[in-house]
């Protein structure tokens, strides 16, 4: 079954306290990418990546880390999570960016701060 | 001034009611247009993409683009109470590497 999955998909951290939120995709797609969906503000993009080893910022990049080491994978690290960070978080990909039409969206991860 | 707006709603609509979303966007180069529906707690799915001015239909969904006036539309004929949801417009400029994505419409559908 082609998908995203993401892990966990509930999170209740501390302020300062390093988390990563994984995300692999089984369909052999170049591009993929982070949103946060906050209350009133949508979805918003953190990190994009084109393809292995190509990653760029998005529209609300601070305080976020990605790596794009292998095409299936595509992790998200919070280095020094803080209260502002407490947000839904959703990974997609798609077969590469001219065809958006086929972005598949993880299940999300309900990250809380403290 | 947001790249891409919507009316936040709610929008309510009686069953069998046709429900009109609409979205504007700033970039005049925008080229591609997609609606994604989010029922609460789950991620967004696709369920309508449009490129060219006009309107695209498919089963109850009707997407409708005019570029001159920067504005795209969703029309959901014969609504459903499962229709009920929060319906996002996403666009695209070709130079542009991402999606933009309105802040939604959330929709009811009373039965």
């Known amino acids: 079954e082609a998908q995203v999955t993401q892990n966990p998909r509930y ?6 306290k ?3 939120v994984t995300c692999s995709q089984n369909m052999n797609h170049e591009y993929m990418s982070w949103y946060r969906q906050d209350p009133g503000l949508g979805l918003r993009q953190i990190y994009y990546s084109m393809n292995v080893e190509v990653t760029d910022k998005g529209d609300v990049p601070e305080g ?5 080491k292998e095409k299936r994978n ?10 502002n960070q407490t947000s839904l978080y959703f990974c997609a990909s798609s077969p590469r960016l001219s065809k958006s039409y086929e972005q598949y969206f993880g ?8 | 001034q947001k790249e891409v707006e919507q009316n936040s709603g709610p929008l309510s609509v009686p ?3 046709i429900a009109s979303l609409n979205c504007t966007y700033s970039d005049r180069g925008s080229q591609s247009f997609f609606w994604y529906r989010q029922y609460s707690g789950k991620s967004p799915e696709l369920i309508m993409f449009i490129y060219s001015n006009g309107d695209k239909e498919d089963g109850r969904f009707t997407a409708q683009l005019n570029k001159a006036s920067q504005y795209v539309s969703l029309l959901i004929r014969d609504s459903q109470p499962s229709d009920s949801a929060t319906y996002l417009c996403a666009v695209r400029a070709p130079s ?14 009373l039965p």
């Open chain 1, 18 to 20: 390093k988390l990563t």
């Open chain 1, 107 to 114: 299940p999300g991860t309900r990250l809380t701060v403290t």
């Open chain 2, 96 to 109: 542009a590497r991402q999606l933009t994505f309105g802040s939604g419409t959330q929709l009811t559908v």
């Open chain 2, 15 to 17: 069953e069998g009611a």
């Open chain 1, 11 to 16: 999170l209740i951290t501390v302020t300062g």
């Open chain 1, 74 to 83: 595509f992790p998200l690290i919070l280095e020094s999570p803080s209260p």
């Open chain 1, 64 to 68: 976020y880390k990605v790596s794009r």
